[in-house]
């Protein structure tokens, strides 16, 4: 019976032994709990505020959807748990024109809601697209042999003559040229021929357009490239990526680009697929108005496959091109030797796309 109280001393030892590791062990999970919960709110706030830097947010007066400017391009913000997760602050927003707005092209939609389908913004704030200022051009560029005279250039349904030297005979119609034409209405002026396969300077030639912008502010001007643009460097240790950008850039701050498009069956089994592939390139990265150079010549650099005129025709045209035809002759063909069936394919351009209006002749004084 003696053990009976010392029994109960140890038991109240024990038991107070407990309550104070159990009082440990709170207290460690409670530090455990506090740190967890700094360390999810520093992930937490790492999720909610993916943008850190500067950011400029445009509204227009009396218009619900609020844009951030990236890039010099608007993209909506489509509800508020989006600018919260990208940590824009809304009230920082300022209220312009929807002129002002729309200077800034339509983005992809900012969407961080997974409950809310992604939606795109309103038509009001999609510029839209500009009329294509060359559809009905059915050009001939001529070098040397020249066509006979202007009657024989029109009987054949061409509306506008690129001239690498004299003029044609008689020719009063629209004129793609160099310098500046006081006869004849200019609807074009342009420098260089393939300017990137000759490894030229993109800033030179940028600068030799200002110039020309400068003579003649009314006529559009523009600079002619390749198909493959900045295929000149092909082979070498430069990098025609990079070749590639400058000139792209260069032709964005022009009126219009014309490319020379040759469908050789030599170099292009199936020539249909690579004038796709080319004219979605030049789509995706050109954003001024083109012209693509079409061949009627066969024989230059060996023996080549003869063209198909309404083929180029019709491919240009459906996809609502203009187009010039290069050339008259050179020292082997050209249209001149496929008269009939470059008359056919213009006349079938002409019921489709009518025609390129005639230009007024340029005053001088």
């Known amino acids: ?61 009396g218009e619900p959807e609020v844009f951030v400017i990236i890039d010099k391009v608007k993209h909506w913000i489509q509800n508020s748990k989006t600018a919260q997760v ?35 913004p309103r038509a009001i704030y999609f510029l839209k697209p500009k009329p294509y200022p060359f559809k009905g051009l059915r050009g001939l560029l001529t070098l040397k042999p020249l066509p006979k005279n202007a009657q024989q250039v029109e009987d054949l349904g061409f509306n506008a003559v690129m001239h690498y030297g004299p003029l044609v005979s008689g020719w009063k119609g629209n004129v793609i040229c160099r310098g500046v034409s006081s006869r004849n209405p200019m609807i074009l002026r342009y420098t260089g021929d393939e300017l ?21 502010p009314d006529v559009p001007v523009g600079i002619v490239l390749c198909s493959e643009i900045g295929c000149g460097l092909k082979g070498t240790a430069n990098s025609i990526e990079e070749y590639q950008r400058k000139w792209i850039e260069v032709a964005n701050q022009l009126d219009v680009v014309m490319i020379s498009i040759y469908p050789y069956r030599e170099d292009w089994p199936n020539a249909l697929e690579k004038m796709v592939e080319f004219e979605k390139f030049w789509r995706e990265n050109i954003k001024v108005p083109i012209i693509p150079i079409i061949q009627a010549h066969w024989g230059y650099w060996g023996n080549l496959t003869r063209p198909n005129p309404m083929e180029q025709v019709k491919f240009w045209v459906d996809r609502g091109y203009g187009y010039v035809v290069y050339p008259w002759r050179d020292e082997k063909n050209g249209v001149e030797d496929m008269q ?9 351009a002409k019921q489709r796309a009518g025609s390129i209006p005639q230009a007024r002749p340029r005053s001088m004084g």
């Open 86 to 120: 990208l940590g824009y602050d809304l009230l920082k927003r300022k209220i312009v024109s929807l002129d002002v707005l729309n200077k800034y092209p339509t983005g992809e939609t900012l969407n961080r809601d997974p409950n809310e389908p992604t939606r795109q």
């Open 340 to 348: 009939a069936e470059w008359k056919k394919a213009n006349e079938w």
């Open 1 to 61: 019976m003696a053990l009976a109280p010392l029994k109960a001393i140890r038991f109240i030892e024990n038991k107070e032994q407990r309550g104070k590791e159990r009082k440990k062990e709170l207290m460690i999970v409670a530090l455990l709990a506090v740190i967890s919960l700094l360390l999810s709110g520093c992930f937490l706030s790492g999720q909610t505020s993916e943008v850190t830097e500067s950011y400029l947010l445009l509204q227009t007066q």
């Open 196 to 216: 990137d396969c000759r490894r030229q300077d993109p800033q030179v030639h940028l600068d030799i357009c200002k110039r020309m912008k400068k003579e003649t």
